[in-house]
């Protein structure tokens, strides 16, 4: 089982691209997380799903967009990408006893 | 609101030394709590975790945890670290009800010299 994937394992952008970010997920859980991560400040929830279809915000949500057409995947879009947003990206899935699973993670940069 | 303090952003110690990191939680209700280890370069990985029960628990590579309910603490020790467990530890926090929202603290980097 691969667990939780991520692709890009790496990404530049200049300012205002777009790009998305795609989780993946083999455990079938129901809960599916985005968070970015940022020197002194942890992991901050940007989006999560409850399920397939549905979507809510985290607490940075602004500038993030998600979608879960299918249980197994998680995208997050970046529609007009800022500086702000550079950060490394993690996908996280949760199981039945409340214990999350990270994938790789993704480097962005944007110039 | 939910929040998670780490009070030590960077420590270093020798191997064989002990460690101990300090986490302390502030949430209105029930906890589960977590211990997260990141290696460098790598993904975050469970360290332990306190649902319930015996407020010692024991996790991987020989760490384990406290729950003090009183104090609002879950501190992180080990008796003896190695050059290996170099890496940045996060503490983070849910409820145990509904959504179950993690809240992480900023993290604790731990350089342990040979």
């Known amino acids: 089982n691969a667990g939780v994937t991520q692709t890009p394992k790496f990404r530049v952008l200049k300012t205002g691209q777009s790009m998305t970010l795609l989780c993946a997920q083999d455990?079938?859980?129901?809960?599916m997380y985005w968070y970015r991560q940022d020197p002194g400040m942890g992991l901050r929830l940007i989006h999560y799903?409850?399920?397939?279809?549905?979507?809510a915000k985290g607490e940075v949500p602004d500038g993030y967009n998600v979608s879960r057409l299918k249980k197994q995947n998680f995208l997050l879009g970046l529609e007009s990408a800022a500086p702000s947003q550079t950060s490394v990206y993690f996908c996280?899935?949760?199981?039945?006893?409340?214990?999350?699973?990270f994938g790789p993670g993704t480097r962005l940069t944007v110039l | 609101a939910q929040s998670v303090s780490q009070h030590n952003h960077h420590v270093i110690l020798s191997e064989a030394a002990s460690l101990e990191l300090g986490c302390n939680y502030s949430?209105?209700?029930?906890?589960?709590l977590f211990w997260y280890v990141q290696y460098p370069g790598q993904h975050l990985q469970l360290l332990l975790k306190?649902?319930?029960?015996?407020?010692l628990v024991k996790g991987i590579k020989g760490f384990e945890a406290e729950f003090i309910k009183s104090k609002f603490s879950f501190n992180l020790r080990k008796p003896s670290v190695q050059w290996s467990d170099t890496a940045e530890y996060f503490c983070?926090?849910?409820?145990?009800?509904?959504?179950?929202?993690?809240?992480f603290g900023t993290g604790t980097r731990l350089l342990v010299s040979p």
């Open positions: 799903s409850v399920g397939e279809g549905t979507t």
């Open positions: 455990m079938n859980h129901e809960y």
């Open positions: 306190y649902f319930s029960g015996d407020p």
């Open positions: 996280a899935t949760r199981d039945k006893h409340n214990e999350q699973f």
């Open positions: 983070a926090v849910s409820g145990n009800t509904g959504f179950q929202k993690l809240v």
């Open positions: 949430y209105g209700g029930t906890v589960n």
